[in-house]
């Protein structure tokens, strides 16, 4: 079973040398929901992104060929272990000539999340037409893109995993700001009607002017 974010990465002092330091998430009324597909696993079967809506996903565009690939996927794996509420889906944009190749850098890494195969290139097309490597996109709970990194650096790893507590964190946050005061009273503005008191009990003797 999963432990939610209990990694505890030892790299936070890096995080200044790192080129995404200032990434943020899109607001939530600006995202584009990202189309479905569906792509062959490298241990078998098929898999959707549809699959898993109600997630965090992490879509991780990588190559056997890319250095910072290679650094980056072993973080990737760690959160996509972290959290049952966070998959990371590594997408290699190799071709099917180099699936061995792939396969042995799986093995080497350790890697346990999904690996999807694009050896067609038409997702990678779609979400990366330029191809960079690596290129990560965060999707929210509901299918939206909500942030996107191009390359990997030392400390990027950081900024990964506060990326990801955001939109755990938003996903668990109630439905609107003030929900929960939606059934308390608002007192009157100045001069309005003030809500009828309870009737008065009984009259008790006039009381003499002074």
């Known amino acids: 079973m999963r432990h939610a974010w209990t990694m505890g990465l ?121 191809k960079q490597m690596p290129l990560t996109l965060f999707l929210d709970t509901e299918g939206r893109l909500a942030a996107t990194k191009d390359g990997f650096a030392s400390g990027d790893e950081v900024v990964i995993e506060g990326l990801l507590k955001q939109l755990v964190a938003e996903a668990a946050a109630p439905a609107g700001d003030g929900a929960a005061q939606a059934d308390e009273p608002t007192p009157p503005a100045d001069g309005a009607a003030k809500p009828p008191e309870a009737a008065p009990g009984p009259a008790s003797a006039p009381t003499a002017p002074k």
């Open 10 to 130: 030892a790299l936070a002092t890096t995080l200044v040398a790192s080129p995404a330091a200032a990434l943020e998430l899109t607001p939530p009324a600006k995202r584009t929901t990202v189309a479905d597909f569906a792509l062959d696993r490298l241990d078998g079967g098929r898999a959707a992104l549809s699959a898993h809506r109600g997630q965090v996903v992490v879509l991780a565009f990588w190559a056997t060929w890319c250095q910072p690939c290679k650094q980056e996927l072993p973080f990737l794996s760690r959160f996509d272990a972290a959290d049952d509420r966070v998959t990371v889906l590594a997408i290699n944009t190799d071709g099917p000539e180099t699936r061995s190749q792939v396969r042995r850098l799986v093995r080497s890494k350790k890697l346990e999340m999904p690996i999807l195969l694009d050896a067609e290139g038409n997702v990678t097309q779609r979400l990366n037409p330029r």
